[in-house]
């Protein structure tokens, strides 16, 4: 009789999480999870090998929003530090992106074993889950608890840690498959459906609202629900909003979609909320971009509505006026048996939002002709203008920075109200974490490959996460930055303008970096930009190039509408 096949730990792990059907793992191979790799290549999943742990965490997370699966960033002890950046990005984002550390011996824990950190307690308040594997034979049972965390009612990231003594320690392959559940491959989620006697008196409501508008958060992504969401706006004459810092549920050319429930970014979105008698916020949190749910942001005239699929969201939405345990599929699944509602107010928005964009054109020409504006440097609106411009229905644009961002939100729901039609848009989470981009336009490229997938990043953005960059010439990725190049930290200097009592700003400055010719010294494709007619050729000439390239676009530094807005002069210091 032959003895049963034993494995290493590491392995037990990777074999767990293949079967749970995981497609995307990231790495900075390192020694303590060497066991764990084996057993990837032995299952043939492909690995990413990254220049830095938090690169890593970035790639599994933006892989996680594009696809809505888990995903796996695996790291060491000390990695394990450089990742939290990336597992905080994860968490604003509520991304299932199963962070796995190797860490040091169990045997000696407490004794200062090699590379000992209390990973555990340090990622528990940045995760759903965080638990460390002391049995080597109930790896399979950890992996099985952490994907349904990862996954369950509002998802996010979870952690594992496996002390290197069990990563590398052998068991038999079959450690753990005695006990239920004995098959632990992914299987469908469960869903809240709504209580009928709470649904009732809600839909009686919202029914007989005379302006409802909805505003979609994280549980509609998450749940697969945004054709749904759009179903709901086009069919019963709703106007549509996004909370801001999340990806993108509608194309900015659905009739019924708006904009960002934003009363800086989108001003449109404060007349709204002004003259709505019934606001219904789905999968959403009421959090500080919410205004926590109070005036003046929802004013005293708005009865507001919360729905969500897991009672953990509803425990941040206690101000809301009713709560709905439901899942956003069944939710607008009972809406959609409402008769319509009158075409004036959904139409009164669509003149808003036109009247806004005209507005903001305007101002724009006649800033930019104006005798103030000294020099050719381009508007940053007029950047973001002209790259979305140069794009198709089936491209991605990813944008990353601080006040980058900010106009490159405006950008998009300016030209999406022209017609422009874009695959997907990516940018940071709720946390405004810079350096995301290049690993979230990765992601972007990774998964739609045919795609041609552009980021715009501040100079500030892309100095805190450029050395991603390499991984898309290690991979061969193809995907084109442009650099809004204004020479420093442009909006924390307008902040400190508005702030400091000598009007100046300190600390902000970066010296004139030449990022193209980076580009070019790795081996791809580099030009420098420096008046707006140059623009459109060049980034033609990146796209063709089939490289990663770099277009170092020299802007003004310009204050964005919501720095403006939310900042006085020695009396605020941020945005908030």
């Given at each position: ?45 492909p ?56 860490s ?11 590379k ?8 528990a ?29 509002y ?24 006990e ?11 869903r ?20 409802p ?17 759009e ?36 001003p ?6 002004e ?5 219904i ?15 003046p ?51 009164l928005?669509?003149?808003k ?48 920075g601080?006040?980058t ?6 950008a ?57 960059i ?12 442009v ?28 010296r004139?970096?030449?990022f ?45 509408p ?15």
């Open positions: 009789m032959t003895d049963p096949k034993r494995i290493r730990g590491g392995n037990l792990l990777a074999r767990a999480l293949h079967e749970k059907g995981v497609e995307h793992v990231f790495t900075l191979a390192g020694g303590f999870c060497n066991p764990a790799l084996e057993g990837f290549m032995e299952c043939q999943l690995v990413i090998n990254c220049p830095h742990e938090q690169v890593a965490g970035h790639l599994a997370d933006g892989h996680a929003r594009i696809t809505r699966k888990p995903t796996v960033c695996l790291v060491g002890p000390e990695g394990f530090a450089n990742a939290v950046p990336a597992m905080l990005e994860a968490w604003g984002e509520r991304s299932p992106v199963i962070f796995v550390t190797g040091s011996t169990l045997k000696r824990q407490g004794s200062g074993g090699f000992e950190i209390d990973d555990v307690a340090v990622a308040p940045l995760t759903k889950y965080s638990v460390q594997i002391t049995d080597g034979e109930r790896i399979g049972e950890f992996v099985d608890r952490a994907w349904k965390m990862a996954t369950s009612g998802p996010g990231p979870v952690h594992l840690s496996l002390p290197v003594d069990i990563m590398f320690s052998s068991f038999e392959e079959d450690a753990g498959r005695q239920r559940p004995f098959q632990r491959r992914d299987l469908p989620r469960p809240a459906w709504p209580d009928p006697r709470d649904l009732a008196p809600l839909m009686e409501l919202i029914s007989n609202a005379e302006r508008m909805l505003i979609g958060g994280h549980g509609v992504w998450w749940s697969s629900n945004e054709n749904a969401l179903a709901v706006g086009q069919e019963l004459n709703i106007p549509v909003f996004n909370v801001p810092y999340h990806q993108k549920l509608l194309g900015e050319d659905c009739e019924a979609y708006m904009g960002l429930a934003d009363v800086h970014q989108y449109p979105s404060k007349f709204a909320l003259q709505c008698d019934v606001c916020m789905v999968g959403g949190r009421l959090d500080n971009q919410m205004n926590f749910g109070n005036p942001l929802f004013p005293k005239s708005c009865t507001l509505i919360c729905v969500n699929g897991s009672h953990e969201e509803l425990d941040h939405n206690r101000a809301a006026d009713h709560v709905l345990l439901s899942d956003p599929g069944a939710f607008f699944d009972q809406m959609l048996e409402l008769p319509p509602f009158q075409p004036d107010w959904i139409k928005n669509r003149t939002r036109a009247e806004w964009v005209e507005k903001t054109l305007s101002d724009l020409k006649a800033e930019t002709a104006s005798t103030d504006w000294v020099g050719n440097q381009i508007h940053p609106l007029e950047l973001a203008l002209d790259v979305n411009a140069a794009m198709g229905k089936n491209d991605w644009l990813v944008f990353d601080g006040n961002h900010f106009w490159s939100e405006i998009v729901n300016v030209a999406g109200w022209q017609g422009q039609q874009l695959a997907g848009v990516m940018h940071p989470g709720s946390y405004s974490l810079l350096g995301v981009g290049v690993s979230f336009a990765l992601s972007a490229k990774n998964t739609h490959p045919e795609s041609t997938v552009v980021l715009i990043s501040g100079d500030g953005a892309f100095l805190s996460g450029g050395l991603s390499e991984t898309a010439f290690q991979e061969k990725t193809p995907i084109v930055v650099i809004d190049n204004n020479g420093g930290l442009d909006c924390i200097s307008q902040q400190q303008e508005r702030l400091f009592e000598n009007g100046t700003h300190f600390a902000t400055d970066f004139d970096i030449p193209h010719t980076m580009f070019e010294g790795l081996g791809g494709y580099g030009e420098l930009v420096e008046t707006r007619d140059e623009l459109e050729p060049a980034l033609q000439r990146a796209i063709a190039s089939g490289k990663p390239a770099c277009l170092n676009v020299k802007t003004k530094g310009v204050i964005s919501i720095v403006l807005a939310t900042t006085s002069k020695r009396d605020k210091a941020s945005i908030e």
